[in-house]
């Protein structure tokens, strides 16, 4: 699969190996002089040779959200990982466990006594550990942080040991809330970690973030951190705040088909740069190359972008487009092209499609 | 790949065999009665199986959107595509097209005299043949029906027989849209046919379609039809009115991994559901077994469903989950599974990303 290659037709997802490189680097540097080890989150690139430069930049291990997806990083090397997901696990997810616990350190998640008690049931003495999941302000799953040491204690007394608590704070997804987000997360983690402790569990494991928050991380409370799309920022972050445009090391190339004087149409549409469109967002994606431009409406295999004044590229000119959100770009993916100075190479998506 | 299963994890894309065979039937039937040929777009399904269903059914070719794409459905049997899409043919695409002719009649669209001029130069004297795309209301690509003429006169100038002309009506997806674009499309293309007659060219070709215009379609001036999400439906089309629940062939399974009183959180999220919502929308999807509830956030692995009143489903219970847009799903997996009564059988979906 490595290879000098010309590039394939477009569209194509591409990555600029030395950006991706230096955004490594930066967080790994940034996070561990907090004294906070980082545990990135492999689902934003779903490849094991891009674990494999998180980890050399001194990950603990990787985090993902699925048991596919471990599976995938196991088979390519990683052998400690996280799934921070509140799996319910019948007897095949149990049987899939366990079979990873023998290769690898393995974490699950778990935010109820019930889904507690059924992991237990599977997974007791395979040496499978639980965190539990806490809302801090997301909303979407996890429980109230003075529930916590509830459901550790409930998982530890069927069999399963609880080494600690986590968050996602997705709510810093918003151009204003980044900080509060943060703030909300390390409350919310302390109180949680405190639960456990008044239920006599120590919290070894205290565990939070996301690449808009990551910044306003602080020492004290947490003791990992989980960003993901730090690696290749995106057209979510680029508007956040979070990255500048020559942060973004993911960009999707795709040929002008249609041209007028105001706005071109391009052959990436959904199927490539996913469908992703925060409230925030200020169309479905940007490009790289002339900032001004919105891409103001998407199909499966066009995007419709407004020029706002920028000169229109040609017929047949290549554009690069930086999806709102690189995670689902990925996933649409079998590979990537991987850039280096004049080197190209394919790197395999390994865990694209991983869903359950 | 066929043989009866044991359902696998979820999330994953389930098909009812015996729903998709009475749509596939049904607007054959209704297309049919009409004396319009049907050629379905094949992108919704990327499955060369169920595009023999539909040949089967009575269908004249398939349509598809990508050179990829009509590659797979080549390689899996078909031998008539119209890939209806304004292609840049570079030296690269023309190669394949080249390759393409040799198996199968190949169709493509053009939308402007240099892209016919580039298609030309590669494919003249190969059996390739164009049609004009037209703009019908939804201002994506396509040209005034007005100037059909001088393209196809180029196009025809330049060595590459133009056969007719095409247009996406994809403006009739809104609730109160449907009837109006399928008149349009009419007019666009009645216009555009009679701009080619003017510049010495017969309109053999005059296309149009999609799933919510198909039911407003008259005899008399469109030749063919491409309706691509009849197959299946999905939640856009079930709360655009064209489809009834009970006419819904796809779904998603998913099990409940969280509930609170009012809702719940199930394992299928943007990565296998898609995270296309329309401004109609009434959520990111709907659940086919709890029509009052809806999918109110959406995360990579995550939807929330607010339950609006329905009982709540038990932890560790399989529900199904209807995508918002289909095709958007399909392009997720790599195979359906497909439930004909008592038997299920992996179904491939050979046409996944074939984005280029």
Redesign the interface.
Same mark, same amino acid.
């Given at each position: 699969m490595r290879m000098t290659l010309a590039p394939?037709?477009?569209?194509?997802v591409a990555v600029e190996v030395p950006v991706l490189e230096r955004n490594i680097a930066a967080r790994a540097r940034s996070i561990g002089e907090l004294g906070i080890e980082t545990r990135p989150h492999a689902?934003t690139h779903k490849s094991s040779r891009i674990a494999r430069m998180q980890l050399d930049a001194g990950a603990r291990g990787i985090t993902v959200?699925?048991?596919g997806e471990a599976e995938a990083f196991v088979a390519g090397g990683v052998d400690d990982v996280f799934i921070a997901?509140? /799996?319910?696990v019948?007897p095949? #997810?149990g049987t899939r466990l366990r079979a990873l616990a023998e290769r690898a350190e393995v974490r699950i998640g778990v %935010?109820?006594i %019930?889904?507690a008690a #059924?992991a237990a049931e599977e997974l007791r003495g395979t040496g499978v550990r639980v965190l539990v999941e806490v809302d801090s302000g997301h909303?979407?799953?996890g429980v109230a942080a003075s529930d916590a040491g509830r459901i550790a204690r409930a998982a530890a007394d069927a069999g399963l040991p609880a080494i600690g608590v986590f968050t996602f704070p =997705?709510h810093s997804y918003s151009p204003d809330g980044r900080r509060t987000a943060a703030e909300q997360e390390a409350a919310a983690l302390a109180e949680a970690a405190a639960s456990l402790r008044g239920s006599d569990i120590e919290p070894l494991v205290v565990s939070g973030g996301s690449t808009p928050s990551a910044d306003f991380a602080a020492a004290g409370t947490l003791t990992e951190l989980r960003p993901g799309v730090y690696v290749f920022g995106d057209a979510q972050q680029w508007e956040l705040g979070t990255y500048a445009r020559e942060q973004i090391a993911l960009t999707v190339h795709a040929?002008?088909?249609? #041209?007028r004087a105001d706005r071109i149409?391009v052959?990436?549409g959904?199927?490539?740069l =996913?469908?992703?469109?925060a409230a925030y967002s200020t169309g479905f994606g940007r490009l790289l190359d002339l900032p001004d431009a919105r891409i103001t409406?998407l !199909? %499966?295999?066009?995007a419709?972008v407004e020029l706002d004044g920028s000169p229109a590229p040609s /017929? =047949?000119a290549t554009v690069r487009v930086v999806p709102n959100?690189v995670? !689902?770009a990925v996933?649409?993916?079998?590979s990537f092209v991987a850039f280096d100075g004049g080197r190209a190479e394919l790197w395999p998506v390994d865990a694209r499609?991983r869903?359950?």
């Open positions: 394939p037709p477009t569209p194509f689902k959200a699925t048991i997901y509140p /799996l319910w019948d095949d #997810r %935010e109820s %019930e889904s #059924r909303h979407r799953t =997705g040929t002008v088909v249609s #041209r149409v052959d990436a959904s199927k490539i =996913g469908a992703d469109r409406s !199909s %499966e295999h066009h419709v /017929l =047949g959100h995670c !689902s996933n649409l993916v079998d499609g869903n359950s």
